[in-house]
């Protein structure tokens, strides 16, 4: 089956700091990715849409500048969270295409303090 | 608006039993697609079942099984012989036609009690 990982799996972090979530597909390649948002308790929040070789698509709201996608190669994309705040404490959870499927990553806790 | 609304907060069941959970969406695309993932506590996003808006046939993976509705634009996940190991959140999603975007439920708890 296809596989996906992240990394790291949990961050805590000063506010302030920037961090990288990193988001790889291992036995494929994946021209399109993407990057939720899940708060405690509540469903996922699609923040962008990740595209090899191009420019993120973001949704409605989310900050372009503070949430910086770099898809640089077919099986890696990252996600960087420039100067976290607490309110950026969150799961992040990325997904890849292939065919029809999304095939999700295990999620990035991130902790801001 | 393209919307995906699950009602069920939380559900019980217990263990051998089977169990619905209920999603409904809302569309005006012709073509669309609808998945039920399952997302145990470790947080991971463990796909379940999908169904195409053009499939005539209920689809069926082992013991789920999607109860698609599409003139009541219902897509209801129907869990049969229900196990411990099935206790997660459940996501209910939708597939926006001519993107790959995924819009998300706001999940239903089901719990197994032996």
């Known amino acids: 089956g296809a596989v996906v990982s992240q990394h790291p799996s949990w961050v805590i972090c000063k506010s302030g700091t920037s961090v990288k979530i990193e988001c790889r597909s291992l036995d494929f390649q994946a021209t399109t990715m993407f990057w939720y948002r899940q708060f405690p308790k509540q469903s996922l929040m699609l923040m962008a849409t990740s595209n090899e070789g191009s420019k993120a698509t973001y949704e409605q709201g989310v900050e372009k500048d503070k949430f910086l996608i770099n898809h640089a190669s077919l099986t890696l994309s990252t996600l960087t969270v420039t100067s976290a705040h607490p309110e950026d404490s969150s799961f992040y959870i990325c997904?890849?295409?292939?065919?029809?499927?999304?095939?999700f990553g295990p999620g990035t806790r991130l902790t801001v303090l | 608006a393209q919307k995906i609304t699950q009602t069920q907060p939380g559900m019980f069941v217990q263990e051998k039993e089977a169990v619905t959970l209920d999603c409904t969406y809302d569309?005006?695309?012709?073509?669309?697609?609808l998945f039920w993932y399952k997302q145990p506590s470790s947080g991971e996003m463990i796909f379940l079942i999908y169904?195409?808006?053009?499939?005539?046939q209920n689809a069926t993976e082992g013991r789920y099984s999607l109860n698609f509705q599409k003139a009541r634009k219902s897509a209801n996940l129907v869990i049969s012989a229900s196990q411990l190991g099935d206790s997660a959140m459940y996501f209910c999603a939708m597939r926006v036609s001519d993107t790959d975007k995924l819009i998300f439920g706001t999940g239903t708890r089901l719990q197994v009690f032996p």
């Open positions: 169904q195409g808006s053009y499939d005539e």
């Open positions: 569309t005006s695309d012709q073509s669309y697609g």
């Open positions: 997904s890849a295409k292939r065919g029809n499927e999304q095939f």
